[in-house]
């Protein structure tokens, strides 16, 4: 099992910015490449990152690009997202994941989850 841990959520105003961070815990880190969904209620949870297992590859969602950052420090099994230019819309809670080896795009397609974090975006 990997365990997958968020944080660094919460309350920011519009046009502000927030970094959230992903721990991991229990298998090698390096060999998952890491993700990042949102969702809110009474919608599917949304892609919005995905980074390599080395961090030299990254994509992003449509409505993120350009504004949000994903990286990843393998030394301490951590992911992160550097939320710039926020937007009431970006509203959700936030998910990390790991799907082994690969960069993924679809939820199914990856093997662990943490629990979320909120980020709520005031106008």
């Known amino acids: 099992q990997l365990q997958l841990v968020e944080s660094g959520g919460g309350l920011v105003q519009a046009g502000g910015s927030l970094r959230l961070s992903c721990a991991a815990s229990?298998?090698?880190?390096?060999?998952?490449?890491m993700g990042w969904f949102r969702q809110v209620p009474g919608k599917e949870r949304e892609f919005v990152a995905t980074?390599?297992?080395?961090?030299?590859?990254?994509d992003y969602g449509d409505s993120v690009k350009g504004r949000f950052t994903i990286s990843r420090d393998n030394a301490k099994n951590t992911v992160y997202l550097q939320m710039n230019s926020l937007k009431p819309e970006d509203t959700a809670v936030y998910y990390c994941?790991?799907?082994?080896?690969?960069?993924?795009?679809?939820?199914?397609?990856?093997?662990?989850w943490g629990q979320g974090t909120q980020v709520t975006v005031s106008s």
């Open positions: 994941a790991a799907a082994w080896m690969r960069r993924r795009f679809s939820v199914g397609d990856y093997d662990y």
């Open positions: 229990g298998r090698t880190f390096s060999n998952y490449a």
């Open positions: 980074i390599s297992v080395t961090g030299s590859n990254t």
